[in-house]
C-alpha cells in the first residue's frame, strides 16, 4: 500500500482527437457516444508536461489528423518530455516530412490485419527509407482470426529493419459482438511471433502477466481532448472519469482497483 501511495504515473497518454478516418471493428469507437473534437492548443498548455517522463499522443483516434499535434510534440520535446504516437498509418506519406522534422522519439503503427493494408506498408516502407532517428514499431491486437496476420506483420517488421513489434489482447468488456480470446490462442500467437521474430532479428513484446492494480494503470493516465482524465483509455469509454488531472485521485483508484467491475473483466 505504501508503494502505491510513493507511485506517480511516467506517461499521460494524451487523446489529441477521437476523429478517425477508419471505423475498425475492434475500436471503442464502434460504440462511443462521446462527441468528436479536437484538444485546442490553449487546452494542452495548461497540462503539467513537466510532471511526466512520456507523453504519448494517441487515444480513441487518428493523432496524425490533428493541424496542431507536432506543435504540441516540440513543446514538450522542449521540456525534455519524450513523445510518442501511435497511427494507422493510412496518411503518413502525407506526413513523412512534418514527423522528421518534429522532435517524436517513437513512432508505433497500429495494424491488426494485412487484409486492405497494401497502403499503409507502403507509407511505412517510405518512412523507414528516410528515417533516421525515430523508433518505429508495430502494435498488433491479439484477435481469434489474426495468427497467420500475425506471422505476416511481423516479417514485414522484420525485413524493414523496425525497432520492434508489441502484441497485445483484445478489450472486449465495451462491445457485446466482440469475445474473449482463449488463453491457449493468446500464447500460441505470442509464441508465433517471437519464433517468427528471431528469425529476422527483431524484439517482440508479448503481454505482461495480468496483475491488479494493472501495470497499465501504475505508468499511465489517460485525459481525452475534452481535458477529462481516467485511470486508462479503456475505463474513460466505459465512464469512470476523475474531476481533474490528479495523482492523488489515481493512487486512490489504484488501491481500490480490485473492486472495480470493469477492472475485474478487463484481460489487460
Not at 506517461?11 to 478517425?20: G, R, S
Not at 502477466?209 to 489517460?222: W, Y
Amino acid at each position: 500500500m505504501l508503494k502505491i501511495f510513493k507511485l506517480k504515473p511516467k506517461t499521460l497518454q494524451l487523446e489529441v482527437t477521437n476523429d478517425c478516418n477508419l471505423n475498425c471493428p475492434i475500436c471503442m469507437r464502434v460504440t462511443s457516444k462521446r462527441e468528436v473534437g479536437y484538444i485546442s492548443l490553449d487546452d494542452f498548455l495548461k497540462i503539467p508536461l513537466e510532471n511526466f517522463k512520456e507523453i504519448a499522443f494517441h487515444g480513441w483516434g487518428e493523432p496524425l489528423l490533428h493541424p496542431k499535434l507536432f506543435e504540441m510534440v516540440k513543446i514538450a520535446s522542449d521540456k525534455g518530455v519524450m513523445t510518442s504516437l501511435i497511427t494507422n498509418g493510412t496518411i503518413l506519406d502525407k506526413k513523412i516530412d512534418e514527423i522528421l522534422n518534429s522532435n517524436l522519439d517513437s513512432i508505433a503503427f497500429g495494424i491488426f490485419t494485412t487484409k486492405g493494408k497494401e497502403k499503409v506498408f507502403e507509407n511505412i516502407k517510405e518512412f523507414i527509407k528516410r528515417n533516421n532517428s525515430i523508433k518505429t514499431f508495430i502494435d498488433i491486437t491479439i484477435l481469434h482470426e489474426n495468427l497467420e496476420d500475425i506471422k505476416r506483420i511481423v516479417a514485414f517488421a522484420g525485413e524493414n529493419c523496425l525497432d520492434g513489434v508489441v502484441l497485445h489482447k483484445l478489450f472486449y468488456a465495451h462491445n457485446p459482438s466482440l469475445s474473449p480470446i482463449p488463453e491457449e490462442k493468446i500464447k500460441l500467437a505470442c509464441k508465433v511471433a517471437k519464433e517468427v521474430g528471431r528469425d529476422y532479428g527483431i524484439k517482440v513484446y508479448t503481454p505482461p502477466k495480468q496483475t491488479r492494480p494493472c501495470a497499465v494503470a501504475i505508468s499511465c493516465i489517460f485525459l481525452s481532448w475534452d481535458f477529462v482524465a481516467s485511470p486508462c483509455c479503456f475505463l474513460h469509454e466505459m465512464g469512470f472519469h476523475y474531476p481533474d488531472l490528479s495523482f492523488d485521485k489515481h493512487r486512490k483508484f489504484l488501491l481500490e482497483m480490485k473492486k472495480n467491475e470493469i477492472c475485474k473483466k478487463c484481460p489487460w
